[in-house]
């Protein structure tokens, strides 16, 4: 999970905190989004630090060719497909979660996934799982940009939220203890509201599915690009 750079300065950033980032080292949490309101969403770090599993799994077998994970954290996703002869390249803002994905031996960029990337426009299959479909707090424009990034009739599998949510809220990342991370928007999307918005930004419904309490759906980007 991650988020675009909005700001200069690393206490400014979402995602550049330090609780996440000792979350990232660390390999576990707690740590949780927090709204406004004080309610709280629990985020899975040792999920993401850890091995890839059964729900994990019905995306990787899922993609095609070479994949770009955006949002990557850890790495766990770029790290098991590389091993399996996908070209796998990971996108994140955190500096600590970048590093554990190339010290593992896979491939990471520390960037917005709205900066330029490499090879835009070439990639087979993105990601955007552990609700990085929330990123900027603007699904849309997301969507869009990722048109931008994979081939024509490429790939897009997201993972959304568990039942038939459409909200934009202001978070912070914090472990409930210490300092929490800069305000910043989130979104959050169930499959209803992510079809909505994928039919808007042109991309075609393929499939969704449900694996271990975990949802999905996978886009098909047009023939031609835009």
């Known amino acids: 999970m991650s988020a675009p750079e909005t700001g200069a300065g690393t206490r400014a950033t979402p995602w550049l905190c330090d609780p996440y980032s000792r979350a990232l080292a660390d390999g ?4 949780y989004l927090r ?3 004080g309610w709280m969403l629990p985020l899975e770090v040792e999920r993401w630090c850890g091995a890839t599993d059964v729900a994990d799994e019905s995306v990787l077998e899922r993609s095609e060719g ?4 955006v949002g990557c954290g850890p790495g766990r996703m770029v790290l098991t497909l590389t091993s399996r002869g996908h070209r796998a390249l990971g996108v994140d803002t955190n500096p600590v979660a970048v590093a554990r994905v190339v010290e593992a031996g896979g491939r990471a960029v520390r960037a917005s996934v709205f900066a330029p990337l490499p090879e835009e426009g070439r990639w087979h299959t993105a990601l955007l799982i552990d609700g990085n479909i ?6 849309s424009a ?3 940009r990722m048109r931008e990034l994979v081939r024509p009739r490429g790939l897009l599998i997201v993972e959304t939220a568990g039942r038939d949510v459409h909200e934009y809220v202001t978070v912070q990342v914090t472990d409930g203890r210490g300092e929490p991370g800069a305000p910043f928007t989130w979104a959050r999307l169930g499959l209803p509201a992510l079809r909505s918005y994928a039919e808007d930004t042109g ?6 599915w449900r694996t271990r309490g975990r949802w999905f ?3 098909r980007a047009p023939c031609r690009p835009r």
């Open 28 to 31: 576990h949490g707690p740590l």
């Open 35 to 37: 709204r406004t309101d």
């Open 66 to 69: 070479d994949v770009l994970d």
């Open 134 to 139: 929330g990123i900027g707090g603007t699904p």
């Open 142 to 144: 997301l969507l869009s």
């Open 203 to 208: 991309w075609r419904w393929s499939d969704s």
């Open 217 to 219: 759906a996978a886009l």
